[in-house]
Each structure stands twice: as structure tokens, then as C-alpha cells.
């Protein structure tokens, strides 16, 4: 299995809402990653889990809390956000640490109203 | 720091033709440099990788040559197809920084047209 998984494919969501991506890998891979990218722009990084735990928070309101249950699955819960919030969140996964070579999941395109 | 410089778009080329999209990095340490690509409404692919220098990648009819001496990893094929159309990233990663980053260029939309 070669491939990073992200359900749902679509949500859309109101700004009271509260709800969670999921994206899972069976890789073996030891990192996990969440970007975020807006229309016509390259993915941001948000999140990156390095052995199931948090390494990197670049920033990230707290709208926004990552979780790691285990070695293959990483979850983005979502509560109270806001309209420009809205985006495609990529999951990706990497073999090191270090980011070598990551691989990306299909995304999850998010809608707030 | 670390950046990516990838040239401007849209690229607009008929099937068949040559393609080429620069791109130029800065790097403290010793990155690897990478392409991916993006399919309308997918996620990224990883299209093709070096990780040191004069290494090239290639994949798919893609190649990309890894140019320490001008900082570039220009990204070529020989003849576009239709199939090709979708936006290109250039994006380097720096082992020796520790980093988990990927640092990604602005992306190159390329529409090849029959």
C-alpha cells in the first residue's frame, strides 16, 4: 500500500461547527504533515508529527488542534472557524524524519459558511 | 534561509511541443530538490527527485538535472501531452537544517492543448 488516504473529500462546514479530517497511512512512514493551500498558491505547512508526536506548530490558531492516535493516523479537528479558513488541507506522510521525499494524500476540500 | 524561485505562469504549448519550467533555489545546507504535480482538484504528486548534486530525475518523460553551481532544477520534456496539464511545484528540502519542511515554489500551471 503506497498511498496517503484523506476523508472526507469534501466538507463543508458553518462557523459553529465542529468537525475532524482524517488522513491514514500504511507506509510505515514515520512523519505526518498537514498543509494547508489556497487557490493558486503552493501547500503551507501547518502541523508535523515526528513518531506520533507534535515537532512542528507553525503558528496555527488554535482553531485548529492536530492529534496523532497512532503511527498511521493523523487527524485535524476543526471548531469555530472562519470563512477564509477555507481551502484544500493536504495530508502527507514521509519514510524520515527529516522530510525527505513526502507523499501527499488527494486532500480534503474545505468549505466554511 | 531556504527558498524556491520557480518562473511565473500560466504556460500555454501545444501537444508535441518541448517544455521547460525554471527553477532556482537558495539553500544553507545540502538540499534535495524535488517536483510535484497537481492534477485539477487532486492532491500533490511527487513527479520526480534528486538528492544530490549533478543527479538527474526522471520520471513519466520528465527530467530535471540538480545544478549546484547555478542553484537550478529546471524541469523538461521533450514532447507534451494533453494528459500534462496541471500545475508544477518545484520544492527543495534541507537535511542538514534538520527540517521538516518542504519549501515549495509558487507552481507553474502548464495547459497543453491538442
Known amino acids: 500500500d503506497t498511498e496517503v488516504t484523506q476523508t472526507p473529500k469534501h466538507l463543508v462546514m458553518g462557523m459553529t461547527n465542529k468537525k475532524s479530517l482524517k488522513c491514514e497511512q500504511h507506509?510505515?512512514?514515520?512523519?505526518m504533515y498537514w498543509y494547508k493551500q489556497k487557490a493558486k498558491k503552493p501547500p503551507e505547512l501547518m502541523f508535523v508529527?515526528?513518531?506520533?508526536?507534535?515537532?512542528i506548530n507553525e503558528s496555527v490558531p488554535s482553531r485548529f488542534s492536530p492529534e496523532c492516535p497512532n503511527s498511521s493516523l493523523l487527524n485535524l479537528h476543526l471548531h469555530a472557524l472562519q470563512p477564509e479558513d477555507s481551502a484544500l488541507y493536504l495530508c502527507?506522510?514521509?519514510?524520515?524524519?527529516?522530510?525527505?521525499?513526502?507523499?501527499f494524500g488527494p486532500g480534503t476540500r474545505l468549505t466554511v459558511t | 534561509g531556504n527558498s524556491v524561485t520557480q518562473m511565473e505562469g500560466p504556460v500555454t504549448l501545444s501537444e508535441e511541443a518541448f517544455l521547460t519550467i525554471n527553477c532556482t533555489y537558495t539553500?544553507?545546507?545540502?538540499?534535495?530538490l524535488f517536483w510535484y504535480v497537481q492534477y485539477p482538484g487532486e492532491g500533490l504528486q511527487l513527479l520526480l527527485k534528486?538528492?544530490?548534486?549533478?543527479d538527474k530525475g526522471s520520471n513519466k518523460g520528465f527530467e530535471a538535472t540538480y545544478r549546484k553551481e547555478t542553484t537550478s532544477f529546471h524541469l523538461e520534456k521533450g514532447s507534451v501531452q494533453v494528459s500534462d496539464s496541471a500545475v508544477y511545484f518545484c520544492?527543495?528540502?534541507?537535511?542538514?537544517?534538520?527540517?521538516?519542511?518542504?519549501?515549495f515554489g509558487t507552481g507553474t500551471r502548464l495547459t497543453v492543448i491538442p
Open positions: 534528486a538528492t544530490k548534486a549533478d
Open positions: 539553500a544553507t545546507g545540502y538540499p534535495s
Open positions: 520544492a527543495l528540502s534541507d537535511r542538514q537544517t534538520g527540517a521538516n519542511n518542504l519549501f
Open positions: 502527507a506522510s514521509s519514510p524520515e524524519t527529516s522530510g525527505i521525499e513526502q507523499y
Open positions: 508529527y515526528s513518531y506520533e508526536k507534535l515537532s
Open positions: 507506509m510505515g512512514h514515520r512523519a
